[in-house]
């Protein structure tokens, strides 16, 4: 396509999508013309009705993206941010966007202000709505979310645990830093001129809201603290947690635990993700309820599900943050031999929670999830981590989002679990196939499983055993077995702190 009409559609599309004032287009124009050596408009016209049915901007980063290319206006490390620049200056700037979001917000409603800023950042193309599409998602018998990831790279736990705590001089201190807001990308950081965010007070410190450029789940949003400071759970951030679903009651919050292999793959800034979804542990029941007679106002119920997770259920915000609390520092001294639980080896604190918190009405839904990051010589990278057998669907760290039942695996699965159903189908040897892919060593026991018991549908097969594997990382992950033996120490440590069986 010409690259003047490209450009003139991306103007008229910006005029309806983004806000661009009419007046602007003149001096957005020269701007464009400037970063792609364009000397002068040219008279073009097109069929604004097809413009006006776009939800993505692909056609305008594609046709943009390529025209560089072929006239060789940057090098190709290039070619991203300047791309990126160009919808950036076609986007509302970020003061105008905060205005929006709270004159919605007001006027309106939380909910209308936040698809605001969801539909801004798909149609800036900061969520890459047509990639996240391409994701491929299904749902396990166990109703288990599993997704293979298209959109972004697996990292490593060893990789996570080496930023913790790391003095970064450079600019931005990290890629959620405010200062990304606009930045043009280098090295690990992206490009970022399209990124929109919204300030906000929660709990008398300074956080800003916005999307998540993967979008795991409907709404995935990330709550940022303003303060470059390390990931900890405490009791400032679980106020923040109540602040946030008190001002957006249609969205759940959570926060990832603040140690390595339990935690999220950031861990040196603080923040919360949350969105417009019931995860698959919010979907589940209480089955034992407990009461504690220092907080008569709270239901307590251990959840029905892999992890060993509690829920407490009240309309008493204050009385629930004061039992959290008593969790987390009981949690953070405990141990139990007998069940490998040690809170602290050689000064290391193993011991922190995963808390989620929703609100139904007038009532809190908040959800504790008990974790420990123990290693030991069996299990060198985490005792209640996935364990080595199931390293090759999931090695990553099992944070807030696959603890709650939300499996994001990566994207080198979809070329290796067709090598699996080829073998399987085949009943290719070993040496054979590994011999063409070395990479799939260790898949070999589950391809021996499968050529042993599948049926006439293979791929029906391979979809249930990763199912079956994601089911056993959450048990992998369960500091208390779902066992009778598991479930005695569980309420051992509950008893500990004087929560006990309702009778």
């Known amino acids: 396509m010409d690259i003047h009409t490209l450009i003139e559609q991306l103007l008229y599309y910006s005029t309806k999508k983004l806000s661009l004032d009419e007046f602007d287009v003149i001096y957005v124009r020269n701007n464009i013309y400037k970063i792609l050596n364009i000397e002068c408009p040219k008279e ?71 698809e605001y800023l969801y539909n801004l950042s798909v149609a800036n193309y900061y969520v890459q709505k047509t990639k996240v599409d391409k994701n491929i998602l299904w749902n396990s018998k166990d109703n288990l979310e599993i997704s293979i990831n298209l959109s972004k790279p697996e990292k490593n736990n060893k990789d996570i645990k080496a930023l913790v705590g790391k003095q970064d001089v450079s600019y931005p201190k990290c890629v959620l830093c405010l200062e990304n807001l606009g930045f043009p990308g280098r090295g690990k950081f992206v490009p970022r001129q399209v990124i929109r965010v919204i300030p906000m007070k929660l709990n008398n410190e300074d956080w800003f809201l916005q999307f998540s450029p993967y979008g795991y789940y409907n709404r995935h949003c990330i709550l940022v603290k303003t303060k470059h400071e390390p990931m900890v759970i405490n ?70 599900w892999y992890n060993s ?50 609100k139904k009405g007038n009532v809190y839904y908040l959800y504790i999830i008990l974790r420990n990051n123990r290693c030991n010589e069996e299990h060198p990278d985490g005792i209640f981590h996935a364990h080595k057998e199931y390293h090759h669907i999931k090695k990553e760290g099992i944070g807030l989002i696959e603890a709650m039942g939300q499996f994001i695996l990566p994207a080198r699965l979809v070329r290796q679990l067709k090598i699996v159903e080829e073998v399987v189908k085949n009943n290719t040897e070993d040496n054979i ?57 569980f309420d051992k440590y509950l008893n500990s702190i004087n929560t006990f069986e309702k009778k």
């Open 44 to 114: 073009v016209t097109f069929d604004k009705s097809q413009i006006d049915e776009l939800i993505v901007p692909d056609m305008f980063v594609d046709g943009i993206r390529q025209y560089i290319e072929e006239n060789h206006l940057y090098e190709e490390q290039d070619i991203e941010s300047v791309v990126t620049s160009i919808m950036g200056i076609v986007s509302p700037l970020p003061s105008q966007v905060r205005d929006r979001f709270y004159y919605l917000k007001e006027h309106e409603s939380p909910k209308a202000a936040t």
């Open 235 to 304: 009791e400032n951030n679980l106020r923040a947690l109540f602040a946030f679903v008190d001002e957006y009651p249609h969205y759940f919050i959570g926060s990832n635990s603040d140690r390595p292999i339990v935690g999220g793959s950031i861990l040196n800034h603080e923040h919360f993700q949350g969105g417009h979804h019931v995860m698959p542990m919010m979907k589940r029941k209480v089955i034992k309820e407990y009461v504690d007679e220092d907080f008569p106002t709270i239901r307590i119920g251990k959840l029905d």
């Open 309 to 358: 997770t509690l829920c407490l259920m009240s309309n008493d915000k204050e009385a629930m943050i004061q039992y959290a609390l008593k969790i987390l520092n009981s949690w953070r001294n405990y141990s139990d031999e007998e069940v490998d639980i040690l809170a602290y080896t050689n000064g290391e604190s193993h011991n922190t929670i995963t808390p989620t918190l929703v």
């Open 433 to 489: 196939y590994l011999n063409l892919y070395p990479d799939m060593k260790d898949f070999v026991p589950m391809i021996n499983k499968l050529k042993n018991n599948h049926t006439d549908d293979i791929h029906k097969d391979v979809i249930n055993e990763v199912d079956e594997i994601c089911k056993g990382i959450l048990e992998n992950t369960a500091v208390f077995k779902n066992d009778e033996i598991g479930q005695l120490h």
